[in-house]
């Protein structure tokens, strides 16, 4: 996989400022790199200031946070690469926006031999999310994918053995229902919404865009098939009958956690934090040791028996941006910034799972997270959302319409969403 030059036009018009737009003072002193990350819990800025030692001089890498809201981060960056600030060497780029930076040449180029060394020993998962038009725009750094959580005592109750091979959605719901619990599922309107959308359909075996590299006024949804009706009959029987409790409306990731953890928990669909998060509360006298024992792990459910299962991708990937005075030392940076060492650690430490498979086998790693190998098989499987420039109005026409749970129909939902979104990116209707 390769970078080509891309010098296409922003898909979108933004008014920015060319004030912006800022180079580093010279402090006569090795060149200073700036690493626009994600929050996080001190992983990032650790690794900056461990490869700054490493470089020896050849450059210093200085961290700027972005805001903690993902949508934020995009829309920040965007506005200033528009603006061609060349201050922006490194940034840390969730997969769904690397398509828009890409598409107008925001990214620099990244060298064959860089892409070469990179993109060795990399899940699947992450080397799609880092891709754009068949070739590797960005430095695959961490991914995330969902596991499915279960209460051990709950299954067994059920019938249900998660740990002994791949279970469908429809047994969930059974087994759940069976035993009066709740099926754990993000059904907020937001992007935790897509995120379960878009596993749905690909796990169906289909895609919620055709054809991601057309043009606005030419993309083609997948949603009207036999995969999203799938998709919408899972999601829409889950929130008719009550399956996903309560407040299935405004479950985000954190509050359905919690209701897995209590009384009324059973199966949850969820990242990898599940697991440090309770042992955390465990540690700190929050839980019962025996909460922690009575929770397993397995790879997220199939929609079709015997047919894998495509989990949500997650994560981050390292962009090089295309204004900086530096792209060759950043793209040294990214290197560093990216080793299995580094990766392993930021994994043991911050709780975020390598791209890089070799980590997978450093012992912090498996102390610390003992499903390490069905996070690494999940990442093998996992399917990022869809990969388009316009990536920000289908999720969001997503959101609009298949929101709540409770009212998604197989037979309407579908071709609602295709029409509200086909006609934003015409121009046709606004969101």
């Not at 619990?181 to 897509?194: A, N």
Request: aromatic share 8%; hydrophobic share 40%; proline share 8%.
């Amino acid at each position: 996989m390769r970078r080509r030059s891309n010098t296409l036009a922003l898909g979108f018009a933004l008014a920015v400022s060319a004030a912006l737009a800022a180079c580093s003072p010279d402090t006569g002193g090795p060149p200073r790199l700036t690493w626009y990350i994600n929050p996080d819990d001190g992983g990032q800025a650790a690794i900056a200031e461990r490869c700054t030692q490493e470089a020896g001089g050849e450059y210093v890498i200085e961290t700027s946070l972005l805001p903690r809201d993902a949508s934020s981060q995009r829309e920040q960056l965007a506005r200033r690469l528009a603006a061609r600030d060349s201050s922006i060497d490194l940034m840390s780029l969730d997969p769904p926006f690397i398509p828009e930076l890409a598409e107008p040449g925001f990214l620099a180029p990244m060298p064959d031999d860089v892409a070469d060394r990179v993109s060795q020993d990399i899940v699947q998962g992450a080397l799609d999310g880092a891709t754009w038009k068949d070739e590797l725009v960005a430095v695959p750094f961490w991914a995330n994918t969902q596991l499915l959580w279960y209460r051990k005592s709950v299954a067994q109750a059920a019938g249900l053995d998660p740990a002994a091979g791949p279970v469908t959605w429809d047994q969930l719901m059974e087994a759940a229902a069976s035993q009066d619990k709740y099926l754990g599922v993000q059904g907020i309107k937001s992007e935790s919404l897509t995120v379960w959308i878009n596993a749905l359909v690909a796990s169906a075996g289909g895609q919620v865009i055709e054809d991601p590299e057309a043009t606005a006024d030419e993309v083609t949804l997948g949603l009207e098939s036999e995969a999203g009706q799938e998709a919408a009959r899972i999601m829409g029987k889950i929130g008719r009958e009550g399956l996903g409790g309560p407040g299935l409306p405004t479950a985000d990731e954190n509050a359905t956690l919690t209701v897995f953890r209590g009384d009324r928990g059973s199966f949850m669909v969820n990242w990898p934090f599940v697991w440090s998060a309770t042992r955390t509360g465990v540690e700190e006298g929050t839980f019962d040791q025996a909460l922690l024992d009575d929770i397993g792990w397995a790879l997220y459910p199939q929609v079709t028996e015997g047919e894998e299962a495509s989990p949500p991708l997650g994560g981050i990937s390292i962009g090089v941006g295309a204004f900086s005075p530096d792209v060759d030392l950043a793209y040294a940076a990214a290197e560093c910034i990216v080793t299995p060492e580094n990766q392993a650690e930021y994994f043991a430490t911050n709780g975020n799972p390598p791209s890089n498979t070799q980590a997978y086998d450093d012992p912090a790693v498996l102390e610390a997270f003992p499903m390490a190998d069905v996070i690494r098989q999940s990442l093998e499987q996992a399917v990022p959302r869809p990969q388009t420039p316009y990536y920000n109005e289908v999720s969001t026409g997503l959101q609009e319409t298949w929101h709540p749970a409770a009212s998604v129909d197989p037979e309407s939902t579908p071709q609602k969403a295709t029409d509200l979104i086909t006609a934003v990116l015409r121009g046709e209707q606004l969101l």
